[in-house]
């Protein structure tokens, strides 16, 4: 079954780079790997997604393994409005994944210290 | 503002009630998600229609029905709940479905807290 594994949590402090990372061993080489973030009392929001190259846009950077089993979130300049949980969910594609229930997973909660 | 709405934001009600959520998604995709987030639990897919067709229950219990009359609207009916399906609700929308490329774009979320 198509996982991702993530820290539970991470700090870091206002102003500094902060790289997230995401192990996705068992994805297929055609799924895009995409990350999102879940600020306080609020939905998801996509952040960036890649499939072989690395990826820049406003809000982030992503860098993708060679092998494509781990990418890694990069926030260049982490200000408190990043405090979030951060998510890389597994790719899904029917049918779906028998009796393990599909989510999200766990997500990397991201403190910032000031 | 991501282009997909929910209503109502926040709902109470009694185990014997019956209500609905709404969702509607203003981007043109053609793929919609329900999603469960309970506390301190992994956000949870609960189902998935694609041009308009469910092809996605994720072991769901029948007290949740949802109907999804276009590829715009998408709706949650909900029927004698229990206390423990107090939770987020969360409904997304792409692009297709089960291509491995699609980016979910996210509403608010419904607060339900069943009585």
């Known amino acids: 079954d198509a996982k991702t594994t993530q820290p539970n949590s991470m700090e870091s402090n206002e102003e500094e780079p902060v790289h997230l990372p995401c192990n996705h061993s068992t994805i297929s080489g055609t799924d895009y790997i995409h990350w999102y973030r879940q600020l306080p009392s609020q939905g998801p929001e996509y952040v960036i997604h890649?499939?072989?190259s690395n990826v820049n846009n406003r809000m982030a950077s992503l860098a993708i393994a060679e092998d494509r089993k781990s990418s890694t979130l990069i926030l260049h300049r982490a200000t408190l409005r990043d405090a979030a949980v951060y998510y890389c969910?597994?790719?899904?594609?029917?049918?779906?994944?028998?009796?393990?229930?599909?989510?999200f997973g766990t997500g990397t909660r991201l403190t910032i210290i000031p | 503002e991501t282009g997909v709405t929910q209503t109502p934001r926040h709902l109470v009600m009694g185990m014997t009630n019956k209500k609905s959520l709404k969702c509607e998604q203003h981007?043109?995709?053609?793929?919609m998600y329900w999603y469960k987030q309970s506390a301190k639990k992994p956000l949870e897919l609960m189902f998935v229609y694609n041009f308009k067709e469910q092809t996605e229950n994720n072991s769901v219990p029948s007290r949740f029905s949802p109907e999804c009359p276009n590829s715009s609207h998408l709706f949650l009916h909900l029927h004698t709940l229990q206390p423990e399906d107090s939770a987020l609700y969360l409904c997304a929308s792409s692009q297709d479905w089960g291509s491995g490329r699609e980016t979910q774009y996210f509403g608010p979320g419904t607060r339900l807290l069943v009585l």
């Open positions: 981007l043109g995709h053609n793929a």
């Open positions: 890649g499939l072989t």
């Open positions: 969910p597994p790719a899904r594609a029917p049918p779906s994944f028998g009796n393990e229930k599909l989510t």
